[in-house]
């Protein structure tokens, strides 16, 4: 008698990765149908449970049927399951920067192994952590792209995928007062600048001349241009150019009045005393002076600051009396404040009664008191007048700008702290990381042996969906 038959008939699994475990076997026929069936993965040592795969491999199975009565068969069958391609996209695959403000795109599927490069590091660079990819913007304006790449892992191929970053220049605000006024013998810086960002360079120029960081300062009656240029890295420079000028003042200080009594003793226009400063004419001063002859004679001002007033001579009616003047009181004396001019008053002879001299206007006091900011001026505390500059380091009420709170895809800003009166920007905010999805999956269609199944991933804070395919049930 002769051994029975067996038929085996033996499909291998071959197929690509999908996270799935499989039998190393897809198939198999075997007759009669209770024969034994063992497995071995080495060829020596045999189990009757089915081998397993799941992770990318390649191996072999030998299979051998045996059962009483029938001649053992046996195959050998190779396995094998393949790399699937890499799994990357992107939230966001380009982007507009302005400087110093930074972005975020998140990283979905394949977030393990990653790098991350940029093809010029001036004009951006990105660094990764967790799913989120923070670019932020060199101080160079144009286009760099950023490269996303996943290493080749045993379960999946490398991937990659490109963000476009267009970093564009910040702006710079400047804003600039020139100064204009009237003499008043004071130093005064020629403009009075604002600008955002605080740390700016400032640079002036006068009349288009050479240009330099000390700020200008101006004096003595005089008009000119100042060009003030505000530059810094990452920023579009900007530039302005506005005049300065300081009129004349009227009167120049301690004028005579326009006619004086003087004492007999006075015999000629130079031995007349005038006030501080001033002095007779050249031509006037050897003009002879007789009891009770009016003369005409002209006084000069002479100071150091010569040149800055309207009105610097004046012609003065000298009478010689027959009187020595030497007993004189001062009349009609009036102290300045803040809101008026004062005067010196007039001098009289106490013996003759006449008016020797007349007095000269006093100017006004400098107001006082009151603390200037960044867009009031001081207040004077005597008469409530606003005088004096800006002071624009000294700011009123703080505000938040900007502020934008950071969801699954977009980056957020904890905003500027920005004053209130003049805005600018006291402290500038920080870029805060995009969070990045968190999904929540469940199976939304069950595999079977005849049509793939599917889950639907979902993200719990936007609502953002994607699927992934999940492979037939095999036939056991």
Avoid at 157 to 173: Q, R
Avoid at 204 to 226: K, Q, R
Avoid at 446 to 462: I, K, L
Wanted: hydrophobic share 25%; glycine share 8%.
């Amino acid at each position: 008698m002769q051994n029975g038959t067996i038929s085996l008939k033996v499909t291998p699994y071959v197929g690509t990765y999908d996270g799935q475990e499989h039998n190393a076997l897809s198939n198999i026929s075997v007759e009669p149908s209770d024969t034994k069936l063992e497995y071995s993965l080495d060829g020596e040592n045999y189990v009757t449970e089915m081998p397993k795969i799941k992770d990318t491999s390649e191996f072999t199975v030998t299979v051998v049927a045996s059962k009483e009565g029938y001649k053992t068969v046996s195959t050998t069958e190779t396995i094998k399951i393949n790399r699937a391609e890499g799994k990357l996209t992107l939230s966001s695959y380009s982007g507009t920067l302005t400087y110093p403000n930074s972005t975020s795109f998140t990283i979905n599927e394949n977030t393990t192994n990653v790098s991350i490069t940029s093809s010029n590091t001036n004009i951006a660079t990105a660094s990764l952590n967790g799913n989120t990819v923070t670019v932020k913007p060199g101080t160079t304006d144009g286009k760099a792209i950023i490269t996303v790449t996943t290493e080749e892992t045993i379960n999946y191929t490398s991937k990659t995928a490109t963000y476009e970053a267009t970093v564009n220049n910040g702006s710079i605000n400047l804003r600039v007062t020139p100064y204009t006024g009237t003499y008043d013998g004071r130093q005064h810086n020629a403009v009075t600048v604002n600008v955002t960002p605080s740390d700016a360079k400032l640079e002036y120029s006068i009349n288009g001349g050479t240009y330099s960081t000390t700020m200008p300062t101006v004096t003595n009656s005089s008009s000119f241009t100042v060009t003030v240029r505000a530059s810094k890295a990452g920023y579009k420079t900007q530039s302005t150019t506005q005049t300065v000028k300081v009129n004349k003042a009227k009167d120049a200080p301690h004028m005579p009045g326009s006619a004086m009594s003087v004492p007999k003793s006075n015999k000629t226009v130079g031995t007349v005393t005038l006030a501080k400063d001033w002095t007779w004419q050249e031509s006037d001063k050897a003009t002879a002076l007789e009891v009770g002859v009016p003369v005409t004679a002209t006084a000069v001002y002479n100071g150091a600051d010569k040149g800055n007033y309207e009105n610097e001579s004046v012609v003065i009616t000298i009478t010689r009396s027959d009187c020595e003047h030497k007993n004189t009181v001062v009349r009609n004396e009036k102290e300045s404040t803040c809101k008026e001019e004062g005067y010196s008053g007039d001098t009289y002879c106490k013996d003759c009664g006449e008016c020797i001299s007349t007095g000269y206007a006093i100017e006004k006091k400098e107001h006082s008191g009151g603390t200037a900011t960044c867009t009031h001026k001081a207040k004077c505390s005597v008469c409530g007048a606003e005088y004096g500059t800006l002071n624009p380091n000294n700011h009123e009420a703080i505000k938040l700008v900007g502020k934008k709170d950071a969801d699954c895809t977009s980056s957020g800003y904890t905003g500027d702290k920005c004053c209130s009166g003049c805005n600018a920007v006291l402290e500038k905010g920080k870029t805060i990381a995009a969070t990045g999805h968190d999904y929540h999956s469940e199976i939304t269609r069950q595999p079977t042996t005849t049509a793939e199944g599917e889950r639907t991933y979902t993200c719990v804070n936007c609502n953002d969906t994607y699927t992934e395919t999940i492979p037939k049930v095999s036939a056991q």
